[in-house]
Nanobody, 127 residues
Framework: EVQLQASGGGLVQAGGSLRLSCAAS????????IGWFRQAPGKEREGVSC????????FYPESVKGRFTISSDNAKNTVYLQMDSLKPEDTAVYYC????????????????????WGQGTLVTVSS
């Protein structure tokens, strides 16, 4: 059974940092792409980062580029999302998701391409 467990959310002041973790089980970890998505109240789910199979080629949208860093630890079957310089607009429930990668091993930026989802972890950034 595929399981994804996101953790690490919390309350932080603007300008602060948080590191989210996504612990995966039930599939061959380094053969899958992992994505982080977020959803704020009243808004659509949006991608904030993803990483391809074997940790290749991370992707970031402009809204988080330079502030968020995704990394993977194959030994721990865990993907991390380091979030720095947080802004109030980063407040959302953050989800991790997994899916087979693109034919060249990269990740998908679109949420609908992801087959497996973990429960969310809430990030609240106060101003």
């Amino acid at each position: 059974e595929v399981q994804l467990q996101a953790s690490g959310g919390g309350l932080v002041q603007a300008g602060g940092s948080l590191r989210l973790s996504c612990a995966a089980s039930g599939f061959i970890f380094d053969e899958y792409a992992i994505g982080w998505f977020r959803q704020a109240p009243g808004k659509e789910r949006e991608g904030v980062s993803c990483i391809g199979s074997s940790g290749r080629n991370a992707f970031y949208p402009e809204s988080v580029k330079g502030r968020f860093t995704i990394s993977s630890d194959n030994a721990k079957n865990t993907v991390y999302l380091q979030m720095d310089s947080l802004k109030p607009e980063d407040t959302a429930v953050y989800y991790c998701a997994a899916t087979p990668p693109t034919p060249n091993g990269n990740c998908w930026s679109e949420a609908f391409m992801y087959n497996y989802w973990g429960q969310g972890t809430l990030v609240t950034v106060s101003s």
